[in-house]
């Protein structure tokens, strides 16, 4: 019988996170401050001109624009008083508190995060390259285990559906770049679901990735025990 997954429908985020009415993945909208405010169309114009003009490229070539997560506003918006501005994930926080000049935006970050991470936080390197203990090309070894009910085939059962691909451990993924990536990384990651078509490209995929040993993913299909445990070595 097809498999169920069981996920929470909710219509408002609970600590930045989201689950897709269609396909039940996890999204994650952000994990930083939550939003930003503020009741000047001043201060969010000077804002917002500065932010559409800054760009940040990670170690792969991404990048992203910081004006994106900042709302598109008149003046007329402000007129009854303060509202949210963004939503920031926290590399953006980072980001911020190394560049921005804006003080609601950094007043906001000091009063969420505190004096010791706003200090941490100047330090980091959001463009530095994974540690050495992530590396490419490492072997992948996909095995039954105790929820498994069927051998190990090459495309799932169903027909066009492909193999929901998910991580064990403190990985998540960016489905625009294709990247898996840990929690404290500070790469943008959105959800926790790759969607493969084949055990052959999910090889290929994982081989891209840049991880540590000892990582396990599992991959499930649509019926019930066709689920695998995929281990990186």
Request: aromatic share 16%.
């Amino acid at each position: 019988m097809p498999h169920c997954r069981t996920f929470q429908i909710i219509n408002q985020p609970i600590c930045g996170i989201f689950y897709d009415r269609l396909l039940g993945t996890v999204n994650f909208i952000m994990a930083g401050i939550d939003k930003t405010y503020t009741d000047s169309f001043e201060e969010y114009k000077e804002f917002k001109t500065w932010a559409d003009n800054q760009v940040l490229m990670f170690f792969d070539g991404h990048k992203e624009c910081i004006g994106d997560w900042v709302w598109n506003y008149e003046k007329e918006d402000f007129s009854n008083g303060e509202i949210p501005i963004m939503n920031t994930p926290t590399w953006l926080d980072i980001y911020l508190i190394q560049n921005c000049k804006s003080d609601f935006v950094l007043e906001r970050m000091k009063s969420v995060y505190g004096e010791d991470s706003y200090k941490d936080f100047k330090l980091i390197d959001l463009t530095a390259k994974p540690p050495k203990e992530y590396q490419q090309n490492r072997k992948i070894k996909i095995k039954r285990y105790n929820r498994t009910n069927f051998p190990l085939h090459e495309k799932p059962y169903g027909g066009k559906t492909k193999w929901w691909l998910q991580c064990n451990d403190d990985f998540w993924y960016n489905d625009e770049t294709k990247t898996w990536t840990s929690y404290d990384s500070h790469y943008p990651h959105n959800t926790n679901t790759a969607h493969i078509t084949s055990i052959k490209a999910l090889v290929r995929h994982l081989r891209k990735q840049y991880l540590p040993k000892g990582v396990v993913f599992t991959i499930s299909g649509r019926y019930v025990g066709e689920e695998y445990l995929v281990q990186v070595f």
